[in-house]
């Protein structure tokens, strides 16, 4: 491109660096952005006052301009203007070079009386042929029968694919913009044999290969602000049109500069999500509020701090709260992700609840525009904000990322001392710190918390301690359940070779904590406790069971009519040994999205604590509501005492209680210390028609589909014998009879938990 071009080029475009806006272009449309396009690369112009006209004409004279600035010939036109080759166009017309070179390549012909008629408004037809001659055909390829021939080819190429126009109807400016768009990106005609290349080169612009946009200075401080970083390398680039396109792939237009000028979308729009959790091969995220969960490959492509990597390297940096998009191909083929970066401000330590008209944090102002807000993971809004949470602020992406964990206990133990504290052992369990604040109040100075206190943890993003509060501070953190208890012989320096009554306590925060007790409460397996001290010594509280019923919506996160506080802590009470029966306790963490039934009993609650100020559950303990004290499998064989269960195509034989499922039912199982304690027979479902489908959260047979647990056991029974088949394996099966076995109907909220089929 020449000089006069490039300044003509650059004047557009500073008066359009906020493209967006012409007032009479719709946003987000194909018409929209051909328009930009092509005003960025100088071959369009808008009409003043910030307005395009898109339902308006093109004359001759000004698509005899598009065509030679698109022809790189704007130099030439320069050139020859002022003197008119034609008899209806006086010397000095604005667009008298443009005419002319136009005319003397044969781009747009003038007429045999000698005229041009410069004003003339195009049509559909006429301004589609004036592209193909760009494009290299002419009548010698297309033949003389015009208009026909010519929009074939123009069809056939897909310039004119979604317009709906006759061939003698007037263009409108959009369509014009959008024909042109698609031509600059095709490989002009050749018939000499010679290398082609696009029309945009023409121009002396390049489009680039696909890459993907990892980065921007918004995103990444290693780069420049007028840098961009994607999977070829490193561009300067013009404005920030670049900045709306990280993360996708994309075609980047460069000038003769090796700049960017354009960015052309070269791949769908992705899915920006939440990280919840990994395990194993599945992502359980957030989109919208909605959980989802996803499997990927080990190889799968993950793009982490600008760097090409797999989903098994990047594994280990995956956190709740990380954002991602994710891309997936045009057939749903999962095609890429990027872990979006984190540069935090903070840890900050909120001390009152937030009102939602907040316009800083920690004397950091808060930019209102696109703010937004992720608490444990989940989509906010500033006035879900706490006390006692712990905030950490992107300015980049303009996040506020806020962790409400907080853990109760005793202060055991200052590492490696409490003259240089860098960790402590908490009720048994050892935590790091964070923050100078932290060591201060777990050091040595005046005021600072002495070994043997009960108080309450504050944890970041990383669970290490932001700072220490008062246990009366934080309501559900002083519940737990007693998974164990008995007695030790002491291995403390002060307290060694004295034996000691201890319980192991599950947390609301799903994690096990050791304190040591004034008596034995073995006898108190699963029993919830409030924890209490008294010289150092745990005196649990036993709480009386307190009920809740009614249906799950799960959408509003209310059970019986009564809303579930943002941070609030959902327990399942696994399994609760009998008192002459040994073994422990077990309990988990859950969420609504993970319990099945639609309503719950009296019978499922053990225990529900609300606020006083809102009455939200806080805290509520669920008795096996996910079902998880159970193992599903078939029983193989029935013998007297002898019960043999294939579980997952492992056979396990147990003796003891005879329980009444019979030979061949599927059943669900609950084993504890390699005893059978329980059986129940699972329910087959009346299925009709054959398998035609299943992913990790359905199967679908005949014409119903039925939802999946997560770990459904998926058997083969062949020559009288149970073999374990993967979910991933199904649809390569030669399946002739299947049978779907559920913990409940499915109208009740119950989950297929075994498949049994035949080949």
């Known amino acids: 491109m020449k000089k006069v071009t490039i300044l003509i080029v650059f004047a557009i475009i500073i008066s359009i660096t906020a493209f967006g806006a012409f007032e009479d272009v719709p946003p987000n449309g194909e018409h929209s952005d051909a328009i930009e396009r092509l005003v960025r690369y100088g071959v369009l112009n808008g009409k003043g006052n910030n307005l395009f006209d898109p339902n308006g004409v093109i004359t001759r004279a000004e698509m005899a301009k598009v065509s030679t600035v698109i022809a790189g010939l704007d130099s030439e036109a320069a050139a020859n203007s002022g003197i008119s080759l034609f008899s209806d166009m006086q010397d000095g017309y604005w667009a008298s070079g443009f005419v002319n070179v136009a005319a003397k390549k044969q781009i747009i012909l003038g007429y045999p009386d000698g005229s041009f008629a410069p004003e003339k408004t195009l049509t559909f037809s006429e301004a589609t042929t004036v592209i193909l001659r760009l494009l290299g055909y002419s009548t010698e390829e297309l033949g003389n029968n015009w208009p026909d021939a010519y929009m074939f080819k123009a069809f056939e190429l897909g310039l004119t694919s979604g317009i709906n126009a006759g061939y003698y109807d007037y263009i409108s400016r959009a369509d014009i913009a959008l024909i042109t768009d698609r031509a600059l990106l095709m490989d002009i005609n050749r018939a000499d044999g010679q290398s082609q290349k696009k029309l945009i080169e023409l121009m002396n612009y390049t489009v680039s290969q696909e890459c993907i946009i990892l980065a921007t200075s918004n995103e990444s401080k290693n780069l420049l602000s007028d840098e961009v970083s994607t999977t070829t390398g490193v561009y300067k680039k013009l404005d920030d049109t670049v900045n709306n396109f990280v993360t996708r792939k994309v075609r980047l237009v460069l000038n003769n500069d090796n700049k960017v000028l354009g960015v052309i979308p070269a791949g769908p729009t992705g899915q920006h999500i939440i990280v919840q959790s990994v395990v194993g091969s599945e992502l359980a995220y957030t989109q919208d509020g909605k959980a989802a969960s996803i499997k990927l490959g080990d190889n799968s492509v993950v793009y982490h701090l600008g760097t090409k990597k797999t989903f098994q390297e990047v594994k280990p940096a995956m956190e709740t709260g990380m954002t991602m998009a994710v891309y997936f191909s045009q057939s749903g083929e999962y095609d890429y992700s990027v872990i979006k970066d984190f540069e935090m401000l903070g840890p900050f330590v909120i001390n009152s609840d937030f009102n939602g008209t907040e316009t800083a944090i920690d004397n950091y102002p808060l930019s209102a525009e696109g703010l937004r807000v992720i608490r444990d993971g989940f989509d906010a809004s500033l006035s879900d904000i706490k006390a006692f949470d712990v905030v950490y602020y992107n300015r980049v992406s303009n996040i506020v990322y806020v962790y409400c964990d907080k853990i109760s206990g005793v202060y055991q133990e200052a590492l490696p001392n409490k003259a240089s504290v860098t960790g402590i052992v908490l009720s048994g369990v050892t935590y790091e710190l964070e923050t100078q604040a932290a060591a201060r109040l777990l050091g040595e100075q005046s005021g600072a918390y002495k070994l043997n206190e009960y108080m309450t943890l504050l944890l970041g993003k990383d669970g290490k301690v932001v700072s220490v509060v008062d246990v009366n501070a934080v309501d559900y953190t002083v519940y737990g359940i007693i998974l164990s208890a008995g007695s030790k012989i002491s291995d403390d320096e002060k307290t060694k070779g004295a034996t000691q009554y201890y319980i192991n306590a599950f947390t609301v925060n799903g994690t096990e904590q050791t304190f040591i007790t004034d008596q034995n409460y073995s006898d108190y397996r699963g ?233």
Do not use: H
């Open 527 to 759: 029993r919830i406790i409030k924890y209490n001290f008294k010289d150092g010594l745990m005196v649990p509280q036993f709480m009386q069971t307190k009920k809740i019923s009614g249906r799950i919506d799960v959408k509003n996160r209310t059970i019986g009519g009564q809303r579930l506080a943002k941070d609030a802590k959902l327990v399942d009470l696994v399994y609760a040994p009998a008192i002459n029966v040994s073994g422990a306790a077990m309990a988990k963490l859950t969420d609504l999205s993970e319990i099945a039934a639609d309503s719950l009993t009296d019978g499922d609650v053990a225990f529900v604590l609300s606020d006083s100020k809102f009455n939200e559950i806080q805290f509520i303990v669920f008795n096996n509501i996910t079902l998880s004290r159970y193992q599903f499998g078939v029983i193989t064989k029935k013998s007297g005492s002898e019960t043999v269960i294939n579980i997952k195509g492992v056979e396990t034989s147990f003796r003891g209680k005879n329980f009444a499922p019979k030979e061949g039912q599927a059943v669900m199982a609950s084993i504890q210390n390699n005893s059978l304690t329980e059986l129940k027979a699972l329910t087959q479902l009346p299925t009709k028609g054959v398998f035609e489908a299943i992913d990790v959260q359905k199967i679908r047979v005949g014409e119903e589909s039925y939802p999946l647990s997560q770990d459904v056991s998926i058997l083969l029974y062949n020559d009288f014998k149970y073999f374990a088949v993967p979910l991933d394996d199904m649809d390569s099966r030669d399946i002739s009879s299947i049978q779907l076995y559920a913990d409940r109907l499915p109208s009740d909220g119950g989950l297929v938990r075994v498949i049994v089929f035949r080949q």
